[in-house]
């Protein structure tokens, strides 16, 4: 098995001519084609999760966006679309809105911000995923560039080039993916199914803005964390599993473990070929509070699943935050969070029997309202 090689270099700041200069070193140690964007309609999908300041770690920084587009633009490129599916609706409203706090109105103005919110059924032939619902911005691109973060992650342990892909699944339709697949194995063998389509329809370049990433309760209530890192792949798994590494979290991805098992990728960075930088540094993330680590897996392979399942890591409100917006509620594939009027407000209330623990209430409260009960033995542990 051949890994496509990862490009990973130091880049302290947001500053765009160090960053153009970046990507064109990039560009020439992976030989990128030189035709690979010429008279293309490029699609640039950036990690866009939450409405979040880019200084908040979460989302990719308008500053690499405009870099990169001078860079695509400048090989010929003949369009380039700015394109993501956040959480909640797919809608002009709710895209207009992340679009601003997210900085993405200062970008490039050549790059246009995805206006068109169709979306298509495509057939994968996946072990989990036969057919999907893809962004039609998507469908017309010719060729796709996934401009993720480095993040902790409270359902997948990280977020990064192949999680980013989720976006590509319009709104509400992912949660659906969520109910469907509500074990984390089988969430991530879909994952899995979604990066190997994706990178096999289409021309792909991944590129992970780690410059300011994000650790502890990922992906957007987390805290910033300057790492100083841009890595540069053709391969979204590649890329993963060096990022893993500077993560400290080696061997513990399931999307990653499901494509070795498939043979899509050695499982050890080792045999990642490295560009740029010899050995990639490592930092210490904080892992999310729902992030049991090993000991939880231990357990359940030592006691059996059912027993484990009550030391798990539950979400919970956090009442003095939370505002009772509902989106908590609105987000739960489950729909297991009714909105419960007490007192003369109405505050969401978590059924626990139907939850299956993919924290997509925590991940897309706007103000970080839902928390993480841990388990006090697991709390020793963590
Ligand atoms: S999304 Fe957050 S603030 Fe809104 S109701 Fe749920 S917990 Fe409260
Ligand atoms: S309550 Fe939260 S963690 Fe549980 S199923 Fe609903 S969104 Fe997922």
Redesign the pocket.
């Known amino acids: 098995m051949t890994a496509s090689p990862v490009y990973l270099a130091p880049c302290e700041t947001y500053d765009i001519p160090a960053l153009t200069a970046f990507f064109r070193e990039a560009f020439a140690a992976l030989s990128l084609p030189e035709d690979f964007f010429c008279g293309k309609q490029v699609l640039f999908k950036p990690n866009l999760v939450l409405a979040k300041r880019p200084d908040q770690g979460a989302t990719t920084h308008p500053a690499v966006i405009s870099a990169l587009a001078d860079v695509v633009f400048s090989m010929g490129a003949e369009s380039v679309t700015l394109a993501d599916s956040p959480g909640g609706p797919y809608s002009a409203a709710a895209l207009s809105h992340v679009y601003k706090v997210c900085g993405m109105d200062t970008v490039d103005p050549r790059v246009r911000l995805n206006d068109d919110f169709g979306f298509g059924n495509v057939t994968m032939h996946g072990e989990k995923l036969r057919n999907a619902r893809l962004l039609s911005v998507y469908q017309k691109a010719d060729v796709v560039v996934d401009l993720c973060k480095m993040k902790s992650h409270s359902l997948t342990g990280m977020s990064c080039a192949v999680k980013n892909l989720f976006g590509l699944i319009p709104g509400l339709e992912k949660f659906e993916m969520?109910s469907a697949f509500p074990a984390l194995p089988d969430f991530s063998e879909m994952l899995c199914d979604l990066g190997m389509y994706v990178t096999a329809d289409k021309p792909f370049l991944a590129v992970c803005d780690a410059i300011l990433s994000m650790e502890g309760n990922g992906p957007t209530h987390g805290t910033p964390k300057m790492t100083g890192q841009m890595l540069v792949s053709r391969d979204p798994f590649a890329l993963d599993i060096v990022a893993e590494h500077m993560m400290r979290r080696d061997g513990e991805t399931l999307y990653l473990n499901a494509a070795a098992a498939r043979s899509r990728i050695p499982r050890d960075w080792h045999e990642i070929p490295l560009l740029g930088t010899a050995e990639p540094p490592t930092f210490g993330f904080i892992r999310p509070d729902a992030d049991s680590g090993s000991f939880l897996k231990n357990l359940s392979g030592f006691m059996g699943g059912r027993f484990a399942k009550a030391f798990e890591p539950k979400?919970m409100i956090i009442r003095n935050k939370c505002v009772g917006c509902g989106k908590?509620a609105a987000?739960?594939?489950?729909r297991?969070?009714e909105m419960v009027k007490r007192g003369g407000k109405t505050r969401p209330k978590?059924h626990r029997d139907?939850?299956?623990?993919?924290?997509?209430?925590?991940e897309l409260c706007p103000i970080g309202a839902v928390g993480i009960r841990q388990n006090p033995i697991i709390r020793l542990f963590h």
């Open positions: 969520h979400p908590c987000s739960c594939p489950q297991t969070i978590i139907a939850c299956i623990k993919c924290y997509c209430c925590q």
